[in-house]
């Protein structure tokens, strides 16, 4: 075997090869110090750990503020869906139906008219089979949770009702007088 220092060539050869592995070993040790391929196992666990406290957190304050606003509006929503004209497609006391052509009720519209805070006018329009038309007049008052409302007409005794809106359907539930009266209306308007 030659001396690399014996000939010109082989020297030369020699120190090609060792700068081209001193290059490739200076490449590697930088491309590994700056950006590593794949960051040991703790801080792989750390980072997903934190990625997955970062996500859940997020989703527990959308849900959070998503139950939030809904609370507020569904209540408020309620009392000011409640405003309208109404007609009645039922009427039930103690379980027998009360509305029909040929029965004792014709029909019935109620309009509530502006809710202004918790207080409205209220006009409700009763055809009956023997009587004719019948107007009331008068007001009405819902609870502070939007379930409840009270009809006071101008003269005569008030009465109070759960109320539930469903789409366009309102269902009104009484216990007036040991009677169950139970009144369903869409929305006419």
């Not at 070993?25 to 110090?33: G, N, Q, R, V």
């Not at 960051?39 to 750390?46: D, F, Q, T």
């Not at 527990?60 to 509006?73: G, P, R, S």
């Not at 809710?115 to 006018?121: A, F, R, W």
Request: glycine share 4%.
């Amino acid at each position: 075997m030659t001396n690399p220092k014996s000939s010109p060539l082989a020297l030369a050869s020699f120190r090609i090869s060792v700068f081209h592995e001193s290059i490739t070993f200076i490449k590697i040790y930088i491309c590994k110090a700056f950006f590593p391929v794949s960051p040991p196992p703790l801080a792989r666990l750390i980072f997903k750990q934190r990625q997955m406290r970062i996500t859940l957190c997020l989703a527990l304050w959308a849900m959070i503020f998503a139950l939030a606003c809904n609370k507020d509006d569904d209540s408020s929503s309620n009392c000011t869906r409640l405003q309208g004209k109404w007609e009645a497609t039922s009427w039930k006391e103690d379980d027998e139906e009360f509305l029909s052509d040929t029965i004792f009720i014709i029909s019935s519209v109620l309009d509530f008219k502006v809710l202004e805070g918790t207080q409205g006018d209220v006009d409700w329009t009763i055809n009956y089979t023997l009587g004719g038309l019948q107007n009331v007049f008068g007001s009405y008052e819902v609870n502070e949770s939007c379930d409840e409302v009270t009809i006071t007409p101008k003269s005569g005794a008030s009465t109070t009702y759960s109320f539930n809106i469903e789409g366009e359907k309102l269902t009104l539930e009484s216990h007036d007088f040991n009677v169950h009266v139970v009144q369903e209306y869409i929305r006419s308007e």
